[in-house]
């Protein structure tokens, strides 16, 4: 009889299409068997009254990522990756972030390096593309699609790193050439400008007006022109971070039409609002992220999308800033919501919140979370059955839930260095005992015992969900 390296017996586990009582076993880094009364391994897990889910897959969150300001983001690959790790993510997909004037093919290197050197978790990159000029779409982008980079970012919002319509184009045709899934920050540029601009003018400045400086109506009219010109080139398009009702409106019916187009949404959306930057002084700024937390209604809405599948996914986009000069008041003590970096922290939390929602408070179904937070952005960026799921073959990336644990969360309580928390103050059931990455328990009740740089990178390419329906527009058959 062979004997398994590792057997976790006896916990219900969870896929995103069934939950069994079972027992796991584990050789060298691959799960090897699934299976009711599996022999005696050289090592064991008791999991008798937990759950045991994938590792989570966070396929949008920043890293040791340098804004186009010139602010660097709080965490390092180590500490965000050690974050990721603590809350039962294995698996992150960061961006490799191009400025203007930039080569590709240089941040790329740049960004696997630092990889390399920190990260305690498998990752892969998502290249923004703030500048692609001619060269870089014909002489870069194919090799490093080549290399397993075959998803890429662009932003329609943002100074100093929101392309136009015409380049949009360019990047859709060139990624349709290539093999590369397509995804879009899509907020429209002159509203938010239009819109911030006044309500300074005006000495609204304080961190709960940047809900309204970003119009939800500014969503849904760049999601929609984000959508026609990926179905015009009939490119694979994966809308981000959707906030509002009308942004998930406006992708469904997309999708309706038969349209390749994917939606994601994060913990922040479903689970904050605007209401928690409506705070004293400056401290609202914590919860500044763009797009902003909306009201009561959007959160029903991208539930319901969730549960429709118009949303496939759910992410953290894990973007920390102290509340110190090195971040959200680099610009000064006492910042208009204009001067303050947006986004916070999630990348450790992500899992455990949703957990919380969707299992503990029976919103959703086991399986539904597995799917949400681990299979689908796995299938969406080609990483499984590698990743995502629990099979027999695929890396033993594995998190045994305590379904019965409460914790209270504090400023102290994540690992990232932001120094605080979007979810202070909230009580959560459910949290990870165990940690596995690859075989290797790398969390075991909440010590962690992983390398900096014992991360691997996974290289990715082409996949199912980057292929074009095969339905360009009609005008395209002029250009040959
Ligand atoms: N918004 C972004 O577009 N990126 C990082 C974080 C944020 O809030
Ligand atoms: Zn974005
Ligand atoms: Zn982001």
């Given at each position: 009889?062979?004997?398994?390296?590792?057997?976790?017996?006896?916990?219900?586990?969870?896929?995103?299409?069934?939950?069994?009582?079972?027992?796991?076993?584990?050789?060298?880094?691959?799960?090897?068997?699934?299976?009711?009364?599996?022999?005696?391994?050289?090592?064991?897990?008791?999991?008798?009254?937990?759950?045991?889910?994938?590792?989570?897959?966070?396929?949008?969150?920043?890293?040791?990522?340098?804004?186009?300001?010139?602010?660097?983001?709080?965490?390092?690959?180590?500490?965000?990756?050690?974050?990721?790790?603590?809350?039962?993510?294995?698996?992150?997909?960061?961006?490799?972030?191009?400025?203007?004037?930039?080569?590709?093919?240089?941040?790329?290197?740049?960004?696997?390096?630092?990889?390399?050197?920190?990260?305690?978790?498998?990752?892969?990159?998502?290249?923004?593309?703030?500048?692609?000029?001619?060269?870089?779409?014909?002489?870069?982008?194919?090799?490093?699609?080549?290399?397993?980079?075959?998803?890429?970012?662009?932003?329609?919002?943002?100074?100093?790193?929101?392309?136009?319509?015409?380049?949009?184009?360019?990047?859709?045709?060139?990624?349709?050439?290539?093999?590369?899934?397509?995804?879009?920050?899509?907020?429209?540029?002159?509203?938010?400008?239009?819109?911030?601009?006044?309500?300074?003018?005006?000495?609204?400045?304080?961190?709960?007006?940047?809900?309204?400086?970003?119009?939800?109506?500014?969503?849904?009219?760049?999601?929609?022109?984000?959508?026609?010109?990926?179905a015009f080139i009939d490119q694979p398009l994966m809308i981000f971070h959707v906030s509002t009702r009308e942004g998930a409106a406006t992708v469904r019916r997309w999708q309706g039409e038969g349209t390749k187009v994917f939606g994601e949404t994060c913990t922040q959306y479903?689970?904050?609002?605007?209401?928690?930057?409506?705070?004293?002084?400056?401290?609202?700024?914590?919860?500044?992220?763009?797009?902003?937390?909306?009201?009561?209604?959007?959160?029903?809405?991208?539930?319901?999308?969730?549960?429709?599948?118009?949303?496939?996914?759910?992410?953290?986009?894990?973007?920390?800033?102290?509340?110190?000069?090195?971040?959200?008041?680099?610009?000064?003590?006492?910042?208009?919501?204009?001067?303050?970096?947006?986004?916070?922290?999630?990348?450790?939390?992500?899992?455990?919140?949703?957990?919380?929602?969707?299992?503990?408070?029976?919103?959703?179904s086991l399986t539904d979370f597995v799917r949400l937070t681990a299979t689908e952005p796995a299938k969406l960026y080609n990483l499984h059955p590698k990743k995502g799921t629990?099979?027999?073959?695929?890396?033993?990336?594995?998190?045994?839930?305590?379904?019965?644990?409460?914790?209270?969360?504090?400023?102290?309580?994540?690992?990232?260095?932001?120094?605080?928390?979007?979810?202070?103050?909230?009580?959560?059931?459910?949290?990870?005992?165990?940690?596995?990455?690859?075989?290797?328990?790398?969390?075991?009740?909440?010590?962690?015992?992983?390398?900096?740089?014992?991360?691997?990178?996974?290289?990715?390419?082409?996949?199912?969900?980057?292929?074009?329906?095969?339905?360009?527009?009609?005008?395209?058959?002029?250009?040959?």
């Open positions: 009889m062979v004997h398994c390296d590792l057997v976790i017996k006896g916990g219900r586990v969870a896929t995103a299409t069934d939950v069994l009582e079972a027992d796991i076993g584990i050789t060298g880094e691959t799960v090897v068997a699934i299976a009711k009364g599996l022999p005696t391994g050289r090592l064991e897990i008791d999991a008798r009254g937990k759950i045991v889910t994938p590792g989570g897959v966070d396929s949008h969150c920043h890293i040791e990522q340098l804004a186009a300001s010139g602010l660097m983001n709080a965490d390092t690959f180590e500490t965000a990756t050690v974050s990721a790790a603590m809350g039962g993510t294995t698996t992150v997909v960061p961006f490799a972030a191009q400025h203007v004037g930039m080569s590709l093919a240089e941040v790329v290197a740049d960004y696997h390096e630092r990889a390399a050197r920190g990260a305690v978790v498998d990752y892969a990159f998502h290249m923004i593309l703030a500048d692609p000029r001619p060269e870089i779409l014909r002489d870069e982008l194919p090799g490093l699609v080549r290399d397993g980079h075959s998803s890429l970012k662009v932003f329609l919002t943002y100074d100093r790193l929101r392309v136009e319509d015409e380049q949009f184009l360019d990047v859709l045709w060139a990624a349709r050439e290539h093999g590369c899934m397509v995804c879009v920050h899509a907020e429209n540029h002159g509203m938010i400008s239009w819109m911030g601009k006044r309500l300074v003018a005006q000495g609204l400045t304080a961190p709960k007006f940047h809900v309204p400086s970003h119009p939800r109506l500014a969503e849904a009219e760049a999601i929609n022109r984000a959508i026609a010109m990926a479903l689970t904050l609002g605007a209401t928690d930057l409506d705070r004293p002084g400056i401290e609202g700024g914590m919860w500044i992220c763009s797009p902003p937390l909306r009201e009561p209604d959007d959160r029903e809405a991208l539930w319901q999308a969730l549960g429709q599948g118009t949303l496939a996914t759910v992410s953290s986009d894990h973007a920390p800033y102290r509340m110190d000069e090195s971040g959200k008041l680099a610009r000064g003590p006492n910042p208009s919501f204009k001067e303050m970096a947006n986004g916070m922290a999630g990348i450790e939390l992500r899992l455990p919140v949703l957990f919380d929602a969707m299992v503990s408070q029976g919103r959703m629990i099979a027999v073959g695929s890396d033993a990336d594995l998190v045994i839930w305590d379904p019965e644990a409460t914790t209270t969360i504090t400023h102290d309580t994540t690992h990232d260095r932001s120094g605080y928390s979007a979810y202070v103050g909230r009580e959560i059931k459910g949290w990870p005992s165990h940690v596995l990455r690859r075989g290797a328990v790398i969390v075991e009740a909440g010590e962690l015992r992983a390398a900096p740089g014992s991360g691997q990178f996974l290289p990715r390419t082409g996949g199912a969900a980057a292929t074009p329906s095969g339905r360009p527009a009609a005008e395209l058959a002029h250009l040959g």
